[in-house]
């Protein structure tokens, strides 16, 4: 290997860890951001969730004057996972329960935004529930791509 190219590779694995480090999965859409929010919602249902609230931000933002694009937060999740992490890092119950994103960018292409399991497991250095962050990642996965396609 060069020199030039052995100079390089900190900076490679410095913008990778960066970008890495951001801890958001982005899932694009095919539906609006009402039908996507809506999707989501009953296939959590549909898998045993709890949905705990639906926040529509750009329905308060537009009470108070103030235009946003479309944006709906989904909070949600099931307490035989949820309970299971907190016994591994208690610290994790301030990120739980679980929220999606569902919003349009200014190209308004909707979206469904999450934080990843590993994410969570590095910010509260969780030990011990590598096969529940595992099963959770899946689960968000599939619950995401399947609310997001047809």
Not at 68 to 80: C, E, V
């Amino acid at each position: 290997m060069n020199k030039k190219r052995l100079l390089l590779l900190p900076l490679f694995f410095w913008v990778v860890s960066v970008q890495a480090a951001d801890g958001v999965t982005n899932v694009p859409s095919q539906f609006s951001v009402e039908e996507t929010a809506n999707r989501m919602e009953t296939i959590l249902k549909q898998k045993g969730m709890t949905i705990f609230n639906r926040i529509r931000h750009s329905d308060g933002a537009k009470a108070v004057g103030i235009d946003l694009r479309d944006t709906q937060l989904l909070i949600f999740g099931n307490p035989k996972v949820g309970s299971l992490l907190m016994q591994c890092q208690q610290s994790v119950a301030i990120d739980l329960p679980l929220k999606a994103l569902v919003w349009q960018d200014e190209n308004s292409k909707v979206w469904i935004s999450y934080n990843q399991p590993a994410y969570l497991q590095r910010k509260h250095q969780i030990k011990g529930c590598a096969d529940t962050l595992t099963k959770m990642e899946k689960a968000l996965a599939g619950i995401t791509q399947a609310a997001a396609n047809k």
